[in-house]
């Protein structure tokens, strides 16, 4: 049978993860994730990875550790090898759109109901004078 | 066996055929189950035919017709659905090994909406395993094993409605229903040479369909023609109480009347200049030729551009957000290990970690992207560009290397939900199609059909078919 993970964590159990996984803080990233370091500049994961800035890689490794906490026993050498690459790869993404300007008042847009919903209250709102 | 023209006739022709009598359901769906089981199984086309269920619904139309009750132009229509609409006491595998056995006791909307128009479905579409929403690196990530390209057998048809796409392809049904999160409709739609619809996002209800990103899932036919496309979204859109997504009545609802001429408008195209970074030679021709025939033809056809922002990373974020947290249990258990494709095994884990922070971001940078876009569309009726830069690919191709680049038209249309339509517009010298997007705004689904439908008015490569032997 397999074990469930998802299920509810025993106190030691959970205690065991969030050692592993305050431990990202302390272990340099590069060594977490085999990196080369590149004295203080960007990183390169490997020959076709993403540049990542130092915080971006320190992210990325978090990232694999939390996947190797969890699940890292299910996951063979191969496995964690991608898994490695792809938490690099995902970084980009994550620091492109946090990297957009938004303002406090811009809200998520989340089905496209609202959207007409907004339209229609403007048409009401300049069919009726108001501003 | 009909005549294979008469197999790849439109739903348009053979709905003409069929009301005056002179065809008949049974006969058509005999004919098309019969093709399938000969060219079905050699393609990967589908997942399971549905001989007993098509026979019965063609029986029932035939009998229908015959007593003056013609319900419209599906009645008596064999069709292949996709296998992750459910289809009550047929297994529904969403393309997985995992859901092999999985049989549900009600019908997807869909598959009810086109029950009730008297279409007959004679089969459930292969598909990539649960959509591709965990990622794949193969055409062969599929309970089917990989689809094969009705033009050419050693090339992929593209994902994730692999299926549906070779079936029209092929002539084995006269349309398909697919669906697409990204590019899921669009891709194979423009690898198989047929048209494609896109709906926007809510017009088409998902209930009983497989989940995979909450909101950016779009159910849409795939067919001859853009004007079958009509015809098939006019019998599947429509509000419905019970999957919340879907937009207001008002909104929802399509109705198509070939009279009407798809209510002909000028359409204002807006020729996009950075859909694609790089177009393949072999597609740059018949793009070129494309856009000669829309300056042609269209009153006014000038250059566009899409919004400079994160917005593909936007999607993606979401997409993987959305995907993880659908299939949640899957990953945490472990059994995501079943499926076949190497990175499907795995992305689970790494999508699970991203934050709640990030995902509410991406959120926020589409409400940004709506805008943007509807600016756009004050100038445009209709984008238009490439569908894909490329023909389709060899079937062992590993997709991370040869079909992995930005697509940024892709992700801003599926991030706001915008409606697309892919038509064939040419072809390659090794004979394989080429395909055209049009693009239009939240909505405006008629916009794309009828650009569509004058495309096509001027042109036959919709009428093209693979040499099948």
């Known amino acids: 049978m397999k074990k469930r993970i998802g299920a509810v964590l025993s106190r030691r159990e959970f205690a065991r993860r969030a050692a592993l996984l305050s431990a990202t803080s302390v272990v340099s990233p590069a060594a977490m994730l085999d990196l080369p370091s590149a004295g203080g500049g960007d990183y390169q994961v490997d020959a076709g990875g993403p540049k990542l800035s130092p915080e971006g890689q320190a992210e990325a490794s978090a990232r694999y550790q939390q996947v190797l906490s969890l699940y890292g026993e299910r996951l063979n050498d191969e496995q964690k090898t991608r898994v490695k690459k792809m938490c690099a790869e995902l970084q980009p993404a994550l620091d492109h759109i946090r990297s957009y300007e938004l303002e406090n008042g811009n809200a998520p847009a989340l089905y496209l109901k609202p959207l007409y919903e907004r339209e229609k209250r403007q048409q009401s709102t300049s069919a009726n004078g108001k501003p | ?469």
């Open chain 2, 1 to 469: 066996m009909l005549k294979e023209s008469l197999l790849y006739a439109s739903v348009g022709e053979l709905a003409k055929q069929i009301e005056s009598k002179q065809l008949s359901p049974v006969e058509l769906t005999e004919s098309y189950l019969e093709r399938s089981e000969k060219l079905g199984s050699r393609l990967n086309a589908y997942a399971r035919l549905t001989p007993t269920v098509a026979l019965e619904q063609a029986k029932i139309a035939e009998k229908e017709i015959r007593r003056g009750h013609y319900r419209g132009p599906l009645h008596g229509i064999p069709y292949a659905a996709k296998d992750l609409l459910a289809v009550k006491g047929i297994p529904t595998t969403w393309g997985a090994k995992t859901y092999a056995d999985q049989v549900f006791d009600y019908n997807a909307a869909v598959i009810e909406h086109l029950k009730n128009v008297g279409a007959v479905m004679l089969g459930k579409a292969a598909m990539i395993e649960l959509a591709g929403g965990m990622g794949y690196t193969f055409a062969s990530a599929s309970l089917q094993g990989e689809t094969k390209n009705p033009w050419n057998t050693t090339c992929w048809t593209c994902g994730s409605s692999s299926g549906s796409g070779a079936i029209v392809a092929a002539g084995l049904a006269a349309f398909a229903i697919g669906t697409e999160t990204w590019g899921s409709i669009v891709c194979p739609s423009a690898f198989c040479g047929v048209s494609g619809l896109r709906p926007t996002y809510g017009r088409v209800s998902r209930r009983g369909a497989m989940a995979l990103s909450y909101s950016m899932d779009k159910i849409g036919p795939m067919a001859r023609s853009a004007e079958d496309c009509a015809r098939i979204f006019a019998a599947i859109a429509g509000h419905d109480p019970l999957d919340r997504s879907t937009l207001p009545v008002d909104r929802a609802a399509f109705t198509y009347s070939p009279a009407a001429d798809l209510k002909s408008r000028p359409l204002r195209i807006g020729w996009l200049t950075n859909a694609w970074k790089e177009v393949d030679p072999s597609v740059k021709k018949a793009l070129d030729a494309a856009h000669k025939a829309l300056a042609q033809h269209f009153p006014s056809v000038r250059e566009a551009s899409l919004p400079e922002g994160p917005w593909e990373d936007a999607a993606n974020v979401i997409l993987s957000t959305e995907v993880s947290s659908a299939f949640s249990g899957l990953i945490r258990s472990g059994r995501v290990n079943e499926l076949t494709d190497p990175r499907g095994q795995i992305a689970g884990y790494v999508n699970l970690t991203i934050s709640g922070a990030d995902y509410n971001t991406a959120l926020r940078l589409r409400e940004i992207l709506q805008g943007k876009m509807t600016e756009l569309f004050d100038s445009y009726d209709v984008l238009a560009a490439a569908s894909l830069p490329l023909p389709a690919t060899p079937l062992n191709l590993d997709l991370d290397k040869g079909l992995s680049f930005p697509d940024p038209l892709g992700g801003i249309g599926n991030l706001c939900g915008l409606p697309a339509l892919s038509v064939p517009c040419g072809f390659t010298e090794k004979k394989l199609p080429v395909g055209l997007q049009f693009v239009a705004k939240a909505g405006d689904d008629m916009a794309v059909l009828q650009a569509g439908k004058i495309f096509q008015q001027h042109t036959d490569w919709h009428r093209k078919h693979p040499t099948l032997n």
